[in-house]
């Protein structure tokens, strides 16, 4: 083999001619070996990838797409997984015959990835600049002072500012956003032919995905690298992708450009999966209640009157009180029995901490009503039993139920905690409850890692309405789950909220998701909020700034509609966190029409 | 950092003086009777009392305490009931000894409890993963003068590689600081081990390795670091498990340290050097646990000490 004799040549081959593919992958097949023997997770899947060129592999959670890029890294989880058949072939080289030794010159040489969590893929412990360096120096020779200056150059190209003296920084030091600008800037030092990008701004506000997305459509345009981008985000396929292959399975059901893909889908699954996107400005499934709620004047489930919630930061030599977290700076809003309230914002802005304060989890300042009662200067047992009124559904369905209880007992303890009905009057009621959610009743003996994440969801919504509050409070409890199943469960919660006239406050930084289910949406920003109205005054007519940024940042699920250029924010949002008596100014909300509510003057 | 340091010099005196109450109340309750073992079995009753006034043990607790404590804060430990010398002057002359000891037998645990964790935990699942872990759970549980005797037989008396007992050359220290160090070694390998595979999983790890850095790279540059930071936090404790072995290391080779002076106070109830070979101990304690917090911050750059 010619790698062997020539070892330089694999690193240093000259950039194959335009017309050839850069990667070529040809019946690839990864099987895992599991307690039910080995099974395949991608079957028989072959694509390859020009110069330039940026493919979207999208699909939805157990498709293979992830394992697909792993395999092209050689980064497969060992010993459980495996190529079982197929080639990958960088160039001439066929990437699965090298050895470890002979791969790795490959890896983050001329093949690069950046990972879905900025937050954890950076090494805690290690500089910003020890890590850049690293990755310049593991695939060159030059000398330290040189790969110091590539790696400035590196950090400049994806727009950090101060690159320099970014160097001495570790990642806690730095935002999301920042960080992932970080990854992106050490896979692209070395120019790599090919960027493989895991879901790069899954995890990141919608307006810093934006930027993201933006700077590596730019580096793309100067290097000419070829991009696989893998995403269940067809908004961001949409705004991104060249060609598209739609995964199911582990199997491609279909591939085509961009385009054709989105007008002409061949295949009943993209259909599906595109129709199941939620799109902004497509609203109107959802009756806006004012009409038939008005006559009857509606009485307020929840009301919040400046609602403050501060954290206090010690420090100093006695751990006295010097900085606090304005988390919660003066909210007040109100929730109508069968109304659903959205808040909307980006990280950090507050509005989890405000459903905290809301069901009683976090202490607070200002007034909370639940169902007419203050909850200050309530006793134990009526701050239990206005309690039951007010229930959550969190994000994460894996970490929310434990996992060593029957979900049927999961389903029950809020009753039992409650003290309500006999064991045998529970029992019915969490039947009934199963089959109102869409599950069956003899699943109640299982355990929860035995269903997928919808199913885990629609178990935490029974449990929520197991004591028929007045408020369910959603935190994000839809962002785990794929489009498809999240459609069925927004249409779920729709549902009940008919049937049993519960107030929702769903908590989102998904806009088009919030577009979907809302009555009535508040903007928050660094604790305060900025604009609130109806959901056609948001969405058709937003009026602060902030809230036109938030609508615009998000990816359309559209070729036609693609962005030449996005929002870019000019810096971060600022910290929360304030020194003692520096508390921030109260913004001023004023109706401009129809109970639409803006703040006064702009963020900035 | 001065701040801190002050509060935590401030809590460490609250920690002694506590140690120095509780041990001395217990040493009071004792049912054995000090001057019964200084005056000897053949003493008349009336000496028996002449010297229970003399050391001013006939007076109630709290003056006594209050007694040892003024001396205390101006350094006097108290004079020895039986060697009818200064408590410290003891002290000092042994502590060299065991703190030399302690350092051998940290550098035995750390050299031999981390290797073998990293090696367990890089191929987990293997044979090699379980006969260390079989290595580690006898290094736990064997009671440490049985494995002193044993290294003692094996590698002094039949091989003769090392001596027999004594102090004075770096040979002499080889066996008592393995003695010392197999236990914490199993403690350590077992932490080293589980810290690390959960390391090994974390997404920063595949980021080093999609860099195409070498396996010994992302092996001792990435996950070491991370790994290694619960098993700082361990050795501040681990000094004072020591104390404990050292009483029995040091009667078994011989090594004159502090753990023979305290073995040989409490076979005669001689309580100055009890109470002094406690807050010694006591002292090496606080002040490992604030040496480890101390290097913390060096290793994680997140951990601030406020």
């Known amino acids: ?325 304005h988390a919660v700076e003066g909210i007040s809003f109100s929730i109508a029995a069968n109304e659903t309230l959205s808040l909307v914002g980006e990280s950090g802005c507050g509005k989890s901490t405000t459903a905290k304060a809301l069901a009683g989890l976090v202490p607070y300042h200002g007034e909370l009503e639940i169902g007419g009662r203050n ?135 998904d806009m088009a998701v919030v577009e979907n289910i809302s009555d009535r949406v508040a903007v928050m920003y660094l604790g305060q909020i900025v604009e609130m109205g109806t959901r056609d005054q948001i969405f058709s007519n937003p009026r602060h700034p902030y809230t036109r940024r938030l609508i615009e940042a998000v990816p359309v699920p559209d070729p036609q509609r693609r962005r030449a250029r996005f929002a870019r924010m000019e810096r971060e949002i600022p910290s929360p966190v304030r020194k003692l008596g520096d508390a921030p100014r109260k913004l001023v909300l004023a109706d401009v029409g129809g109970g639409h509510l803006v703040a006064e003057s702009p963020v900035s | 950092m001065i701040a801190y340091l002050t509060r935590r010099l401030i809590q460490a005196a609250l920690i002694l003086l506590g140690v120095s109450l509780i041990t001395f109340a217990l040493l009071y309750l004792l049912p054995a009777d000090p001057v019964r073992q200084i005056a000897g079995r053949s003493a008349t009753p009336q000496t028996v009392e002449s010297i229970r006034q003399q050391l001013g043990l006939d007076q109630p607790f709290a003056v006594q305490y209050w007694r040892y404590l003024t001396n205390l804060v101006s350094g006097d430990l108290g004079r020895s009931y039986i060697q009818r010398s200064e408590v410290s002057e003891l002290i000092v002359a042994r502590l060299p000894a065991s703190l030399l000891l302690m350092v051998g037998a940290i550098v035995c645990e750390l050299v031999i409890g981390l290797s073998m964790g990293l090696i367990a935990a890089v191929k987990r699942g293997s044979a090699t993963d379980q006969a260390l872990m079989v290595g580690s759970f006898i290094g736990v549980s064997a009671p440490q003068f049985v494995v002193g005797l044993l290294l003692l037989y094996v590698f002094a008396v039949k091989l003769g590689w090392f001596p027999i007992g004594g102090y004075g050359t770096f040979s002499h220290m080889v066996l008592p600081s393995l003695t010392l160090g197999i236990l914490g070694a199993g403690w350590y390998s077992r932490m080293m081990r589980s810290s690390m595979i959960d390391v090994l999983r974390q997404d920063y790890i595949r980021t080093a390795r999609a860099k195409g850095l070498a396996q010994r790279a992302v092996l001792f540059g990435h996950a070491l670091p991370n790994a290694i930071l619960p098993v700082i936090a361990m050795i501040g404790i681990d000094i004072g498990m020591f104390m404990g072995g050292i009483v029995v290391v040091e009667s078994v080779f011989g090594w004159p340290g502090i753990g023979q002076l305290a073995w040989q106070a409490i076979q005669r109830v001689d309580i100055p050097i009890i109470m002094g070979v406690t807050l010694v101990s006591a002292c090496a304690i606080v002040l490992g646990n604030l040496l480890a917090d101390i290097v913390a911050p060096f290793i994680d750059p997140r951990i601030k000490l406020r």
């Open chain 1, 1 to 325: 083999m010619n790698a062997a004799t020539h070892p330089k040549q694999a690193a240093g081959a000259p950039a194959p001619a335009a017309d050839r593919p850069v990667l070529d992958v040809a019946g690839l097949t990864i099987s895992v070996r599991g307690e039910d023997g080995e099974r395949p997770v991608v079957s028989d899947l072959s694509f390859s990838l020009a110069r330039g060129e940026t493919l979207c592999i999208a699909g939805e959670s157990g498709s293979g797409k992830s394992m697909t890029s792993l395999a092209i890294m050689a980064l497969l989880p060992q010993p459980q997984a495996r190529i079982s058949a197929g080639s990958i072939r960088l160039g001439d080289t066929d990437l699965t015959s090298l050895d470890e030794r002979r791969m790795r010159r490959i890896r983050g040489n001329r093949i690069a990835m950046i990972f879905q969590e900025p937050m954890t893929s950076l090494n805690p412990v290690l500089s910003i600049g020890r890590q850049l360096v690293e990755a310049i120096e593991a695939h060159t020779g030059v000398s330290s002072a040189e790969s110091r200056r590539l790696a400035i150059e590196a950090l400049t190209a994806v727009r950090i500012p101060e690159a320099e003296s970014r160097l001495k920084q570790y990642p806690h030091e730095l935002s999301g956003g920042m960080r992932q600008r970080v990854m992106i800037a050490m896979a692209l030092a070395l120019k790599p032919d090919v960027l493989i990008a895991d879901e790069p701004t899954t995890a990141l506000d919608v307006t810093v995905q934006g930027e993201v997305l933006e700077l590596l459509r730019d580096l793309q345009r100067q290097h000419g690298t070829s991009v696989i981008l893998i995403t269940h985000d067809m908004g961001v396929v949409a705004e991104m992708a060249d060609r598209v292959i739609i995964m199911r399975y582990g199997r491609m059901v279909e591939q085509g450009k961009v385009a054709d893909i989105f007008e002409r889908p061949q295949v009943d699954y993209t259909r599906d999966l595109l129709a199941a996107v939620p799109r902004m400005g497509t609203g109107g499934a959802r009756q806006v209640p004012t009409d038939k709620a008005e006559p009857s004047q509606p009485t307020d489930v929840a009301v919040a009157r400046d609602l403050h919630v501060r954290f206090d930061l010690t420090g100093g030599f006695f751990g006295r009180v010097n900085r606090r977290v």
């Open chain 1, 375 to 509: 909850l200050k200067g309530l006793g134990r047992e009526a701050r239990k039993a206005v309690r039951r009124d007010v229930q959550m559904i969190f994000q994460d369905p894996y970490a929310s139920l434990d996992p060593r209880m029957r979900v049927g007992d999961l389903v029950a303890e809020p009753l039992v905690i409650h003290d309500i009905g006999t064991p045998g009057e529970r029992t019915e009621r969490v039947a009934a409850l199963f089959e109102r959610v869409g599950l069956s009743v003899d699943q109640m003996e299982r355990y929860p890692h035995e269903f997928s994440g919808g199913q885990r969801q629609r178990i935490c919504i029974a449990r929520a309405l197991a004591l028929r509050p007045k408020l369910i409070i959603a935190d994000e409890s839809v962002s785990a789950l794929d489009v498809s199943v999240q459609a069925r469960v927004l249409q779920l919660l729709k549902e009940l909220q008919a049937e049993f006239g519960v107030a929702y406050l769903f908590i989102s930084h």
